[in-house]
Protein backbone atom coordinates (compact mmCIF):
# COMPACT_ATOMS: atom_id res chain seq x y z
CA UNK A 1 0.00 0.00 0.00
CA UNK A 2 1.51 3.53 -1.02
CA UNK A 3 1.21 6.31 1.73
CA UNK A 4 1.19 9.45 0.04
CA UNK A 5 0.90 12.58 3.11
CA UNK A 6 0.48 15.86 0.16
CA UNK A 7 -1.53 16.86 -2.62
CA UNK A 8 1.27 17.62 -5.16
CA UNK A 9 2.24 13.45 -4.67
CA UNK A 10 -1.97 11.64 -4.49
CA UNK A 11 -2.09 14.36 -8.07
CA UNK A 12 0.93 12.82 -9.51
CA UNK A 13 -0.04 9.38 -8.50
CA UNK A 14 -3.15 9.99 -9.87
CA UNK A 15 -2.64 11.50 -12.81
CA UNK A 16 -1.22 7.42 -13.45
CA UNK A 17 -4.35 5.67 -13.28
CA UNK A 18 -6.33 8.13 -14.62
CA UNK A 19 -8.07 5.66 -16.67
CA UNK A 20 -8.88 3.42 -14.34
CA UNK A 21 -12.14 3.43 -11.73
CA UNK A 22 -11.35 5.59 -8.23
CA UNK A 23 -13.12 3.97 -5.23
CA UNK A 24 -12.42 6.76 -2.16
CA UNK A 25 -13.56 5.84 1.39
CA UNK A 26 -13.01 8.71 3.87
CA UNK A 27 -12.82 7.96 7.04
CA UNK A 28 -11.14 9.91 10.37
CA UNK A 29 -9.09 6.08 11.47
CA UNK A 30 -9.52 4.09 14.68
CA UNK A 31 -10.75 1.67 12.01
CA UNK A 32 -12.90 -1.11 12.32
CA UNK A 33 -14.79 -4.13 10.46
CA UNK A 34 -17.40 -1.36 9.39
CA UNK A 35 -14.62 0.79 7.73
CA UNK A 36 -12.87 -2.50 6.02
CA UNK A 37 -16.15 -3.48 4.73
CA UNK A 38 -16.12 -0.21 2.60
CA UNK A 39 -12.82 -1.21 1.51
CA UNK A 40 -13.85 -4.49 0.33
CA UNK A 41 -16.75 -2.85 -1.47
CA UNK A 42 -14.77 0.07 -3.14
CA UNK A 43 -12.24 -3.07 -4.13
CA UNK A 44 -15.12 -4.77 -5.59
CA UNK A 45 -16.93 -2.36 -7.38
CA UNK A 46 -13.56 -0.45 -8.58
CA UNK A 47 -9.81 -0.53 -9.93
CA UNK A 48 -7.88 1.47 -6.96
CA UNK A 49 -9.01 2.02 -3.85
CA UNK A 50 -7.93 4.99 -1.94
CA UNK A 51 -8.63 5.49 2.17
CA UNK A 52 -8.30 8.83 3.46
CA UNK A 53 -7.74 9.54 7.44
CA UNK A 54 -7.89 12.83 8.64
CA UNK A 55 -9.40 13.84 11.63
CA UNK A 56 -11.35 16.86 10.72
CA UNK A 57 -10.74 19.75 13.24
CA UNK A 58 -13.58 21.58 11.41
CA UNK A 59 -16.55 19.03 11.92
CA UNK A 60 -16.09 18.49 15.62
CA UNK A 61 -18.22 21.43 17.67
CA UNK A 62 -17.09 20.23 20.88
CA UNK A 63 -13.05 20.24 22.02
CA UNK A 64 -12.71 18.14 24.05
CA UNK A 65 -14.09 15.53 20.98
CA UNK A 66 -11.85 16.44 18.93
CA UNK A 67 -9.15 16.04 21.66
CA UNK A 68 -10.62 12.57 23.06
CA UNK A 69 -11.06 11.73 19.45
CA UNK A 70 -8.96 7.89 19.27
CA UNK A 71 -6.24 7.62 16.91
CA UNK A 72 -4.86 4.23 16.11
CA UNK A 73 -2.75 5.00 12.78
CA UNK A 74 -0.19 1.73 13.39
CA UNK A 75 -3.02 -0.63 13.82
CA UNK A 76 -5.39 1.78 10.72
CA UNK A 77 -2.36 1.01 8.09
CA UNK A 78 -2.06 -2.74 9.17
CA UNK A 79 -5.94 -2.98 8.74
CA UNK A 80 -5.20 -1.54 5.59
CA UNK A 81 -2.72 -3.47 4.22
CA UNK A 82 -4.45 -6.66 4.76
CA UNK A 83 -7.55 -5.84 2.76
CA UNK A 84 -5.46 -4.63 0.18
CA UNK A 85 -6.43 -1.42 0.00
CA UNK A 86 -3.78 0.81 -2.77
CA UNK A 87 -3.48 4.38 -1.22
CA UNK A 88 -3.49 5.74 1.86
CA UNK A 89 -3.79 9.40 1.70
CA UNK A 90 -2.68 10.97 5.16
CA UNK A 91 -2.85 14.72 4.74
CA UNK A 92 -2.55 17.15 7.67
CA UNK A 93 -4.54 20.27 8.27
CA UNK A 94 -2.28 22.70 6.65
CA UNK A 95 -2.28 20.57 3.70
CA UNK A 96 -5.87 20.20 3.95
CA UNK A 97 -6.71 23.98 4.62
CA UNK A 98 -3.68 26.03 3.23
CA UNK A 99 -6.20 28.98 4.30
CA UNK A 100 -9.16 30.28 6.75
CA UNK A 101 -11.78 30.21 3.62
CA UNK A 102 -14.37 27.69 4.42
CA UNK A 103 -17.53 27.01 2.38
CA UNK A 104 -21.01 27.53 3.53
CA UNK A 105 -24.23 25.49 2.46
CA UNK A 106 -27.46 24.98 2.19
CA UNK A 107 -28.57 21.64 2.59
CA UNK A 108 -32.38 22.66 3.40
CA UNK A 109 -34.36 20.60 6.20
CA UNK A 110 -32.18 17.49 5.67
CA UNK A 111 -29.32 19.24 8.06
CA UNK A 112 -30.73 20.95 10.32
CA UNK A 113 -32.77 18.19 12.10
CA UNK A 114 -31.05 15.25 14.23
CA UNK A 115 -27.56 15.94 14.40
CA UNK A 116 -27.88 18.68 12.48
CA UNK A 117 -29.59 20.45 15.34
CA UNK A 118 -27.37 18.88 18.13
CA UNK A 119 -24.22 19.51 16.32
CA UNK A 120 -23.99 22.80 15.49
CA UNK A 121 -21.13 23.38 12.56
CA UNK A 122 -20.78 19.46 11.90
CA UNK A 123 -22.00 19.39 8.63
CA UNK A 124 -20.89 21.96 7.18
CA UNK A 125 -17.75 20.79 8.27
CA UNK A 126 -18.19 17.33 7.26
CA UNK A 127 -19.15 18.79 3.44
CA UNK A 128 -16.37 21.23 3.31
CA UNK A 129 -13.57 18.16 3.38
CA UNK A 130 -15.86 15.99 1.14
CA UNK A 131 -15.70 18.74 -0.95
CA UNK A 132 -11.81 18.80 -1.02
CA UNK A 133 -11.08 15.40 -1.05
CA UNK A 134 -13.68 15.22 -4.11
CA UNK A 135 -11.45 18.12 -5.46
CA UNK A 136 -8.41 16.41 -5.17
CA UNK A 137 -8.80 12.90 -5.72
CA UNK A 138 -11.97 13.14 -8.37
CA UNK A 139 -13.47 9.33 -7.76
CA UNK A 140 -15.72 7.55 -9.59
CA UNK A 141 -17.23 6.41 -6.51
CA UNK A 142 -17.49 7.24 -2.98
CA UNK A 143 -18.12 5.26 0.19
CA UNK A 144 -20.04 5.62 3.29
CA UNK A 145 -21.56 3.65 5.96
CA UNK A 146 -25.18 4.15 6.82
CA UNK A 147 -24.50 4.38 10.79
CA UNK A 148 -24.13 8.41 9.63
CA UNK A 149 -27.18 7.96 7.66
CA UNK A 150 -27.61 11.96 7.84
CA UNK A 151 -24.46 12.32 6.90
CA UNK A 152 -24.51 10.33 3.65
CA UNK A 153 -27.74 12.20 2.99
CA UNK A 154 -26.09 15.36 3.40
CA UNK A 155 -22.94 14.22 1.15
CA UNK A 156 -25.67 13.06 -1.57
CA UNK A 157 -27.15 16.63 -1.63
CA UNK A 158 -23.53 18.05 -2.01
CA UNK A 159 -22.32 15.86 -4.77
CA UNK A 160 -26.01 17.07 -6.45
CA UNK A 161 -25.69 20.98 -5.15
CA UNK A 162 -21.83 20.43 -6.93
CA UNK A 163 -22.59 18.85 -10.12
CA UNK A 164 -20.33 15.92 -9.51
CA UNK A 165 -20.02 12.66 -11.31
CA UNK A 166 -18.65 10.86 -8.45
CA UNK A 167 -20.74 7.82 -7.27
CA UNK A 168 -21.56 7.98 -3.56
CA UNK A 169 -22.92 4.62 -2.16
CA UNK A 170 -23.99 4.09 1.02
CA UNK A 171 -23.10 0.61 3.36
CA UNK A 172 -25.01 -1.04 5.91
CA UNK A 173 -23.95 -1.01 9.31
CA UNK A 174 -21.53 -3.05 11.06
CA UNK A 175 -22.79 -4.28 14.78
CA UNK A 176 -20.86 -5.87 17.28
CA UNK A 177 -21.85 -9.32 18.31
CA UNK A 178 -24.41 -7.43 20.88
CA UNK A 179 -26.05 -4.87 18.48
CA UNK A 180 -23.70 -2.45 19.57
CA UNK A 181 -23.48 -0.70 16.10
CA UNK A 182 -19.32 -0.58 15.00
CA UNK A 183 -18.28 3.01 15.87
CA UNK A 184 -14.44 4.47 15.99
CA UNK A 185 -15.82 6.02 19.64
CA UNK A 186 -16.41 2.85 20.98
CA UNK A 187 -12.82 2.53 21.23
CA UNK A 188 -13.45 5.19 24.48
CA UNK A 189 -16.29 3.24 25.77
CA UNK A 190 -15.01 0.41 29.27
CA UNK A 191 -15.18 -2.82 28.30
CA UNK A 192 -18.44 -2.83 30.86
CA UNK A 193 -19.74 0.28 28.99
CA UNK A 194 -19.44 -1.47 25.29
CA UNK A 195 -21.54 -4.56 26.49
CA UNK A 196 -23.99 -2.73 28.33
CA UNK A 197 -24.11 -0.01 25.35
CA UNK A 198 -26.04 -2.94 23.20
CA UNK A 199 -29.12 -1.98 24.74
CA UNK A 200 -29.59 1.16 22.66
CA UNK A 201 -30.03 -1.37 19.87
CA UNK A 202 -31.76 -3.61 21.82
CA UNK A 203 -34.58 -1.20 22.37
CA UNK A 204 -34.75 0.45 18.71
CA UNK A 205 -35.36 -3.80 18.08
CA UNK A 206 -37.81 -3.78 20.17
CA UNK A 207 -39.79 -0.71 18.84
CA UNK A 208 -39.24 -2.25 15.83
CA UNK A 209 -41.61 -5.32 16.99
CA UNK A 210 -44.21 -3.17 19.32
CA UNK A 211 -44.72 0.25 17.23
CA UNK A 212 -47.89 -0.29 16.19
CA UNK A 213 -49.19 -0.65 19.77
CA UNK A 214 -47.51 2.81 20.95
CA UNK A 215 -47.92 6.17 19.80
CA UNK A 216 -44.43 7.97 18.69
CA UNK A 217 -44.38 9.91 21.42
CA UNK A 218 -44.76 6.61 24.29
CA UNK A 219 -41.89 5.05 21.66
CA UNK A 220 -40.04 7.48 22.28
CA UNK A 221 -40.67 7.82 26.00
CA UNK A 222 -39.66 3.97 26.63
CA UNK A 223 -36.69 4.33 24.25
CA UNK A 224 -35.56 7.72 27.21
CA UNK A 225 -36.73 6.03 29.82
CA UNK A 226 -34.54 2.44 28.83
CA UNK A 227 -31.55 4.44 28.49
CA UNK A 228 -31.42 6.05 31.74
CA UNK A 229 -32.23 3.23 33.20
CA UNK A 230 -29.01 1.76 32.11
CA UNK A 231 -27.30 5.31 33.13
CA UNK A 232 -26.50 6.57 29.91
CA UNK A 233 -28.05 10.19 28.62
CA UNK A 234 -30.31 10.29 25.62
CA UNK A 235 -29.99 12.85 23.45
CA UNK A 236 -32.70 12.97 21.66
CA UNK A 237 -34.91 10.05 19.32
CA UNK A 238 -36.92 10.57 16.52
CA UNK A 239 -39.06 8.79 13.92
CA UNK A 240 -38.04 9.75 10.45
CA UNK A 241 -39.63 9.31 6.76
CA UNK A 242 -35.90 7.93 5.39
CA UNK A 243 -36.01 10.13 1.86
CA UNK A 244 -36.63 13.43 4.02
CA UNK A 245 -35.07 13.23 7.01
CA UNK A 246 -38.20 15.06 8.61
CA UNK A 247 -39.10 13.77 11.92
CA UNK A 248 -42.87 12.62 12.13
CA UNK A 249 -45.86 12.66 15.00
CA UNK A 250 -47.73 9.94 14.26
CA UNK A 251 -47.05 6.91 12.21
CA UNK A 252 -49.13 6.99 9.31
CA UNK A 253 -46.90 10.58 8.39
CA UNK A 254 -44.77 8.25 6.13
CA UNK A 255 -44.64 4.43 4.80
CA UNK A 256 -40.80 3.96 5.54
CA UNK A 257 -39.89 5.15 8.98
CA UNK A 258 -36.53 5.16 10.63
CA UNK A 259 -35.70 5.60 14.04
CA UNK A 260 -32.98 7.70 14.95
CA UNK A 261 -30.64 8.29 18.43
CA UNK A 262 -28.20 9.69 19.84
CA UNK A 263 -26.87 8.64 23.35
CA UNK A 264 -24.14 9.59 25.90
CA UNK A 265 -22.40 6.51 27.41
CA UNK A 266 -20.63 8.62 30.19
CA UNK A 267 -18.64 11.01 28.22
CA UNK A 268 -18.90 8.92 24.75
CA UNK A 269 -21.82 10.21 22.66
CA UNK A 270 -23.10 7.45 20.09
CA UNK A 271 -25.20 7.45 17.18
CA UNK A 272 -27.51 4.72 15.63
CA UNK A 273 -30.68 4.30 13.22
CA UNK A 274 -32.72 1.48 12.54
CA UNK A 275 -35.25 0.92 10.39
CA UNK A 276 -38.75 0.81 11.96
CA UNK A 277 -41.31 -0.43 9.19
O1 LIG B 1 -17.77 9.68 8.97
C1 LIG B 1 -16.61 10.12 9.16
O2 LIG B 1 -15.72 9.44 9.63
C2 LIG B 1 -16.32 11.55 8.78
O3 LIG B 1 -17.41 12.37 9.01
C3 LIG B 1 -15.80 11.72 7.32
C4 LIG B 1 -16.84 11.26 6.33
C5 LIG B 1 -14.53 10.91 7.14
C6 LIG B 1 -15.49 13.19 7.04
O4 LIG B 1 -14.50 13.67 7.88
Known amino acids: MKIIKTISEITQFLQQVRQQSIGFVPTMGALHAGHLSLIQ ?7 ITI ?7 IQFNKKEDLDNYPRTLDAD ?7 NCDVLFLPNVSEMYPT ?3 NTYNFGAIATVMEG ?5 HFDGVANVIQRFFEIIKPTYAFFGEKDFQQLAVVKELTKQLNLSVKIVGCPIYREPGGLAMSSRNERL ?3 ER ?3 SIIYRTLQKIKNEYSTYTTQQAKENFNSAMRQAGFVPEYIEFADVNTLQPIENWNET ?3 FAFVAVNVGNVRLIDNLSIF
Do not use: W
Open 100 to 102: NKL
Open 41 to 47: MSKTKTD
Open 190 to 192: SPI
Open 117 to 121: AFRPG
Open 255 to 257: SNC
Open 51 to 57: CSIFINP
Open 195 to 197: TQA
Open 77 to 83: IQKLEKE
